[in-house]
Protein backbone atom coordinates (compact mmCIF):
# COMPACT_ATOMS: atom_id res chain seq x y z
CA UNK A 1 0.00 0.00 0.00
CA UNK A 2 2.72 2.38 0.84
CA UNK A 3 4.62 2.39 -2.61
CA UNK A 4 1.02 2.01 -4.32
CA UNK A 5 0.46 5.46 -2.60
CA UNK A 6 3.81 6.76 -3.18
CA UNK A 7 4.78 5.70 -6.66
CA UNK A 8 1.07 6.87 -7.93
CA UNK A 9 0.88 9.89 -6.07
CA UNK A 10 3.69 11.34 -6.82
CA UNK A 11 2.71 11.62 -10.56
CA UNK A 12 -0.68 13.44 -9.77
CA UNK A 13 0.89 15.95 -7.59
CA UNK A 14 3.89 16.44 -10.27
CA UNK A 15 1.55 17.08 -12.50
CA UNK A 16 -0.36 19.43 -10.64
CA UNK A 17 2.75 21.59 -10.11
CA UNK A 18 3.66 21.38 -13.98
CA UNK A 19 0.17 22.35 -14.56
CA UNK A 20 0.40 25.26 -12.47
CA UNK A 21 3.75 26.22 -11.13
CA UNK A 22 5.73 25.20 -14.17
CA UNK A 23 7.27 28.82 -14.45
CA UNK A 24 8.22 29.49 -11.35
CA UNK A 25 10.16 26.15 -11.22
CA UNK A 26 11.96 27.26 -14.56
CA UNK A 27 13.03 30.53 -12.95
CA UNK A 28 14.39 28.92 -10.10
CA UNK A 29 16.12 26.16 -10.91
CA UNK A 30 17.06 27.09 -14.60
CA UNK A 31 17.85 23.43 -16.52
CA UNK A 32 17.22 21.78 -13.05
CA UNK A 33 13.64 22.02 -12.84
CA UNK A 34 12.38 19.37 -13.98
CA UNK A 35 14.12 17.04 -11.32
CA UNK A 36 13.45 19.52 -8.99
CA UNK A 37 9.75 19.41 -9.76
CA UNK A 38 9.80 15.75 -9.75
CA UNK A 39 11.98 16.05 -6.12
CA UNK A 40 9.52 18.28 -4.81
CA UNK A 41 6.38 16.00 -5.75
CA UNK A 42 7.63 13.35 -4.25
CA UNK A 43 8.62 14.90 -1.00
CA UNK A 44 4.92 16.28 -0.30
CA UNK A 45 3.82 12.84 -0.97
CA UNK A 46 6.34 11.17 1.44
CA UNK A 47 4.81 13.67 3.87
CA UNK A 48 1.16 12.41 3.21
CA UNK A 49 2.63 8.83 3.50
CA UNK A 50 2.08 9.10 7.36
CA UNK A 51 -1.66 8.14 7.00
CA UNK A 52 -0.43 4.86 6.64
CA UNK A 53 1.74 4.67 9.78
CA UNK A 54 -0.03 1.81 12.04
CA UNK A 55 0.97 -0.41 9.36
CA UNK A 56 4.72 0.63 9.87
CA UNK A 57 4.39 0.47 13.09
CA UNK A 58 2.83 -2.76 13.42
CA UNK A 59 5.27 -4.09 11.47
CA UNK A 60 8.61 -2.99 13.23
CA UNK A 61 7.05 -4.11 16.78
CA UNK A 62 6.55 -7.43 15.44
CA UNK A 63 10.27 -7.24 14.69
CA UNK A 64 11.82 -6.17 17.77
CA UNK A 65 9.15 -6.59 20.07
CA UNK A 66 7.24 -9.31 19.41
CA UNK A 67 5.94 -10.20 23.02
CA UNK A 68 3.84 -6.82 22.64
CA UNK A 69 1.90 -8.44 20.01
CA UNK A 70 1.92 -12.45 20.70
CA UNK A 71 -1.48 -13.82 21.22
CA UNK A 72 -3.31 -10.36 20.04
CA UNK A 73 -5.71 -10.17 17.35
CA UNK A 74 -5.82 -7.40 14.91
CA UNK A 75 -8.65 -5.90 16.79
CA UNK A 76 -6.77 -6.42 20.23
CA UNK A 77 -3.36 -4.82 19.08
CA UNK A 78 -5.65 -1.69 17.60
CA UNK A 79 -7.62 -1.33 20.99
CA UNK A 80 -4.26 -1.90 23.31
CA UNK A 81 -2.32 0.90 21.37
CA UNK A 82 -4.83 3.36 19.96
CA UNK A 83 -3.30 6.45 18.94
CA UNK A 84 -0.39 5.05 20.16
CA UNK A 85 0.15 3.44 16.15
CA UNK A 86 0.88 6.92 14.89
CA UNK A 87 3.64 7.47 17.94
CA UNK A 88 6.49 8.86 15.36
CA UNK A 89 4.25 10.69 12.93
CA UNK A 90 6.29 13.78 13.21
CA UNK A 91 9.44 12.30 12.86
CA UNK A 92 8.08 9.96 10.05
CA UNK A 93 7.24 12.81 7.98
CA UNK A 94 10.36 14.59 8.76
CA UNK A 95 12.19 11.74 7.61
CA UNK A 96 9.91 10.91 4.71
CA UNK A 97 9.95 14.63 3.06
CA UNK A 98 13.90 14.20 2.60
CA UNK A 99 13.65 10.81 1.58
CA UNK A 100 11.18 10.92 -0.90
CA UNK A 101 12.59 14.03 -2.14
CA UNK A 102 16.49 11.72 -3.03
CA UNK A 103 14.09 8.84 -4.21
CA UNK A 104 12.14 10.89 -6.99
CA UNK A 105 14.87 13.94 -6.85
CA UNK A 106 17.48 11.07 -7.62
CA UNK A 107 16.20 9.00 -10.18
CA UNK A 108 15.00 12.05 -12.21
CA UNK A 109 18.63 13.28 -12.04
CA UNK A 110 19.94 9.99 -13.79
CA UNK A 111 17.65 10.01 -16.39
CA UNK A 112 17.77 13.76 -17.13
CA UNK A 113 21.80 14.15 -16.77
CA UNK A 114 22.77 10.54 -17.55
CA UNK A 115 20.32 9.38 -20.34
CA UNK A 116 19.32 13.18 -21.55
CA UNK A 117 15.68 12.30 -21.91
CA UNK A 118 13.14 14.93 -22.40
CA UNK A 119 9.96 12.89 -21.82
CA UNK A 120 10.82 10.28 -18.22
CA UNK A 121 7.97 8.42 -19.69
CA UNK A 122 10.25 7.13 -22.89
CA UNK A 123 13.02 5.88 -20.69
CA UNK A 124 13.40 2.07 -21.40
CA UNK A 125 13.09 -0.80 -18.70
CA UNK A 126 17.12 -0.71 -17.81
CA UNK A 127 17.07 3.53 -18.16
CA UNK A 128 14.21 3.00 -15.53
CA UNK A 129 16.31 0.13 -13.65
CA UNK A 130 19.47 2.50 -13.76
CA UNK A 131 17.67 5.44 -12.33
CA UNK A 132 16.00 3.56 -9.57
CA UNK A 133 19.34 2.50 -8.33
CA UNK A 134 20.34 5.98 -7.91
CA UNK A 135 16.69 7.25 -6.38
CA UNK A 136 16.47 4.73 -4.19
CA UNK A 137 20.11 4.65 -2.61
CA UNK A 138 20.19 8.26 -2.35
CA UNK A 139 16.68 8.15 -0.55
CA UNK A 140 18.27 5.18 1.81
CA UNK A 141 21.52 7.61 3.10
CA UNK A 142 19.73 10.93 3.67
CA UNK A 143 16.46 9.53 5.54
CA UNK A 144 19.23 7.16 7.50
CA UNK A 145 19.25 8.95 10.63
CA UNK A 146 15.69 10.16 11.10
CA UNK A 147 14.75 6.67 10.19
CA UNK A 148 17.07 5.36 13.61
CA UNK A 149 14.66 7.22 15.57
CA UNK A 150 11.44 6.84 14.28
CA UNK A 151 12.24 2.88 14.62
CA UNK A 152 13.03 3.56 18.33
CA UNK A 153 10.17 5.49 18.90
CA UNK A 154 7.75 2.57 17.72
CA UNK A 155 9.20 -0.41 18.71
CA UNK A 156 8.61 0.58 21.99
CA UNK A 157 5.62 0.12 24.24
CA UNK A 158 3.49 2.87 25.23
CA UNK A 159 4.49 2.40 29.10
CA UNK A 160 8.08 3.46 28.07
CA UNK A 161 7.60 5.76 25.03
CA UNK A 162 10.17 8.61 24.87
CA UNK A 163 10.16 11.56 22.76
CA UNK A 164 12.36 11.55 19.92
CA UNK A 165 13.94 14.31 20.57
CA UNK A 166 14.96 11.93 24.41
CA UNK A 167 15.98 9.46 21.65
CA UNK A 168 18.56 11.73 19.68
CA UNK A 169 19.70 13.32 22.72
CA UNK A 170 20.75 9.89 24.60
CA UNK A 171 21.92 8.32 20.89
CA UNK A 172 24.36 11.52 20.76
CA UNK A 173 25.48 11.36 24.46
CA UNK A 174 25.58 7.46 24.76
CA UNK A 175 26.64 6.22 21.13
CA UNK A 176 27.80 9.06 19.11
CA UNK A 177 26.87 10.25 15.93
CA UNK A 178 27.44 6.96 14.35
CA UNK A 179 24.45 5.84 16.17
CA UNK A 180 22.32 7.77 13.01
CA UNK A 181 23.60 5.17 10.44
CA UNK A 182 23.32 1.92 12.16
CA UNK A 183 22.16 -0.31 10.03
CA UNK A 184 22.57 1.66 7.11
CA UNK A 185 24.56 -1.38 5.21
CA UNK A 186 22.13 -3.92 6.32
CA UNK A 187 19.53 -1.64 4.60
CA UNK A 188 20.94 -1.32 1.51
CA UNK A 189 21.17 -4.63 1.06
CA UNK A 190 17.96 -5.89 1.96
CA UNK A 191 15.28 -2.70 1.71
CA UNK A 192 17.58 -1.06 -1.33
CA UNK A 193 17.04 -4.42 -4.17
CA UNK A 194 13.42 -4.31 -3.19
CA UNK A 195 12.64 -0.70 -3.72
CA UNK A 196 14.79 -0.34 -6.69
CA UNK A 197 12.43 -3.65 -8.31
CA UNK A 198 9.35 -2.18 -7.09
CA UNK A 199 10.17 1.67 -8.23
CA UNK A 200 11.73 0.21 -11.48
CA UNK A 201 8.66 -1.96 -12.21
CA UNK A 202 6.28 1.39 -10.74
CA UNK A 203 8.05 3.49 -13.64
CA UNK A 204 7.90 0.81 -16.29
CA UNK A 205 4.58 -0.13 -16.20
CA UNK A 206 2.32 3.22 -14.82
CA UNK A 207 3.25 5.10 -18.86
CA UNK A 208 2.01 1.87 -20.43
CA UNK A 209 -0.95 1.81 -18.06
CA UNK A 210 -1.92 4.96 -18.66
CA UNK A 211 -1.51 4.68 -22.46
CA UNK A 212 -3.78 1.87 -22.02
CA UNK A 213 -6.77 3.79 -20.51
CA UNK A 214 -6.35 6.77 -22.41
CA UNK A 215 -6.96 4.86 -25.49
CA UNK A 216 -9.69 3.50 -23.88
CA UNK A 217 -11.29 6.86 -23.43
Not at 27 to 40: E, R
Not at 56 to 76: C, F, R, S, T, Y
Not at 150 to 167: D, M
Amino acid sequence: MQRMYKFSGQRYVRDYLQNNHQSSFKSMFGDNWKTMMHATAGSFVGVGEIVLLPLDALKIKAQVNPDLLKGKGLGQIVAQEGWGLYRGATWTAARNAPGSFALFGGSAFVKEHMFHLSDYNQATFFQNFCASIGGAFASLAVSSPLDVIKTRIQARSAESAESGWVILSQMVKNEGFGSFFKGLVPKMLVVGPKLVFSFTIADASIPIISSFIDGKK
